[in-house]
């Protein structure tokens, strides 16, 4: 059987992680083999740490993007599964990342010389920046990181409206107005990935045939890099001892306000700060999309542990070395309140590079 390609864009804290965990439980209910490739520009990644602990079979391209390392993504792909492929691969870019039909879907169609098929090309929209940019008010981003938001919809064979179970529905409408003056033409699915609301119809585009992936756009690549640069990155893992039982959900949830907080006293704005804590068996996940909307602790899990790990990614409008004094800071803060050492295992922090595609195919 060929396998079937899913790729899942969006922004930075769209909501594609969650989407790709739901849709990955959706299919292998239906019988079928799944494996999920995640994507970063370097190690420690939260997202590939929070699907394998949800049992996923997750491959990983770390350290550059699935355009800049097609490589990397076709040779991760072919290890998914046991001896054969599975029959749904989902695969995650990076956020921030843009005109991945010219990039990837147009290669694996064109170049890759293996048979897949592949899918109609979503991309979630993140209402708390997108009503913004859509409406043309400061998002808290540059306009060159607004730029990048637009291409992302721009290239899409259909555009996700996501966390309709938190949203006004006078915004799902405005939304949709925005999208159909500025994207005229794209289907547009409203749902939600948390609670599965709407993910009928995601799926049944999902499995559509037809005359997608060929939105191949023109783009300057300047800007791009541009918008991209103006996000600071941090990855890092930290070793946490206590001499007491602490509560894992409560040490994340104190972690990601007090950066929350430090954020918006010192205005950088959180494209997606997202931290996961393992122990044992069990993991919590929280995380801040945005400054306004505040932190959450999206996977409780109600451990009471004396050692954990604890995986921080940052994206934020800051430079990296701020971002990285900031993480250290309130990482060292929230320790103390459990009377707690912390060893740092790994700590990278930098701007992303310019994107220098692979492949960058035109032809339909
Ligand atoms: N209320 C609500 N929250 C959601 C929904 N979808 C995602 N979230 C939350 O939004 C946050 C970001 O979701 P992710 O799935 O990690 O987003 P992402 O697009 O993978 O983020 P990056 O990989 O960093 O680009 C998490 O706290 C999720 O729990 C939704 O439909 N409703
Ligand atoms: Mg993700």
Known sequence: MTPTYIMIGGFLGAGKTTTVARLARHYMALGKNVGIVTNDQTTDLVDTRNLRSQGFDVGEVAGSCFCCNFNALTSTVEQLGTGQLPEIILAEPVGSCTDLVATVIRPLAQVYGKPLNIAPYGVILKPSHGIRILRGEGS?????????????????????????????????????????????????????????????????????????????????????????????????????????????????????????????ATSAEAAHLKVIGLCDSSYAVANLVSNAAGPELSLSSVATTRTADVVVNARVAADPVTLEQLVRTELNAAISTINGTLTVTSMQSFQPGRPVPTHRLNSQ
């Open 140 to 264: 808290g981003f540059s306009p060159k990181a607004a730029y990048i938001f637009r291409k992302q919809i721009e290239e899409a064979d259909f555009v996700v409206i996501n966390r309709i179970d938190e949203l006004p529905a006078a915004d799902v409408t405005e939304l949709q107005t925005l999208l159909e003056r500025d994207y005229p033409g794209r289907p547009i699915i409203r749902c939600s990935a948390r609670t599965g609301e709407g993910f009928h119809a995601l799926t049944e585009m999902l499995d559509q045939k037809g005359q997608f992936g060929r939105r191949v756009m023109d783009i300057d690549y300047d800007l791009y890099a541009e918008g991209e640069a103006e996000l600071g990155w941090l990855n890092s893992q930290v070793a946490v001892h206590a001499p007491n039982p602490f509560a894992l959900d409560e040490l994340l949830l104190d972690l990601i306000k007090r950066l929350h907080a430090q954020l918006v």
